[in-house]
Antibody, heavy 120, light 111 residues
């Protein structure tokens, strides 16, 4: 079964850092681009970042550009999101999601999410 | 504020048909970028319902269908069921933002 499992969320103070992980299983990880998507409390889904299968290309939403870094370790089938200079408005559930090139790059597999709370 | 607008809520009785609109612009849907639709129950993993305007992944019933016209797209749900109660989001790519965008989301309520 194709699965994604996030971890690493928690409570962090404003200005602090956190690294999220997303472990993939059941598919050939390096064949797919991967994304991070978040949902703040009471808000809708917001795309955060994407990384290509080879890790050669990355893109970021303007709201987190310069503060977050997406990366992946294909030998470990794991996606990461390094979050620095965290702000209160970064509080959200963070999901990892697979881009499926066979389905017009839609996000076909999602994890259950990990909660990040930025508060003093 | 999302660059793609959806009605905050729609409702219908069991068995009825409801539609959810997704209004974009010339930098996303209007350019011809694919539109996808997701169902989401908060606290759970979002689920892909429609990809590439009107294609359903295996396992998604044909009660769900998508369409696109100009700078807008729509999701239709026929034969509404209680288990269809959830939040629904459209998604596309935006060339001005150089990234993916989600619609503002629509809560479907079954009366």
């Amino acid at each position: 079964e194709e699965q994604l499992l996030e971890s690493g969320g928690g409570l962090v103070q404003p200005g602090g850092s956190l690294r999220l992980s997303c472990a993939a299983s059941g598919f050939t990880f390096n064949n797919y681009a991967m994304n991070w998507v978040r949902q703040a409390p009471g808000k809708g889904l917001e795309w955060v970042s994407i990384i290509s299968g080879s890790a050669a290309t990355t893109h970021y939403a303007d709201s987190i550009k310069g503060r977050f870094t997406i990366s992946r370790d294909n030998s470990k089938n794991t996606l990461y999101l390094q979050m620095d200079s965290l702000r209160a408005d970064d509080t959200a559930v963070y999901y990892c999601a697979r881009s499926d090139w066979r389905r017009s790059d839609s996000f076909d597999i999602w994890g259950q999410g990990t909660l990040v709370t930025v508060s003093s | 504020q999302s660059v793609m607008t959806q009605p905050p809520s729609v409702s219908g009785a069991p068995g009825q048909r409801v539609t959810i609109s997704c209004t974009g612009s010339s930098s996303n849907i209007g350019t011809g970028y694919d539109v996808h639709w997701y169902r989401h129950l908060p606290g759970t993993a979002p689920k892909l319902l429609i990809f590439g305007h009107n294609n359903r992944p295996s396992g998604v019933p044909d009660r769900f269908s998508g369409s696109r016209s100009g700078t807008s797209a729509s999701l239709a749900i026929t034969g509404l069921q209680v288990e269809d109660e959830a939040d629904y989001y459209c998604q596309s790519y935006d060339s001005s933002l150089s990234g993916y965008v989600f619609g503002s989301g629509t809560r479907v309520t079954v009366l």
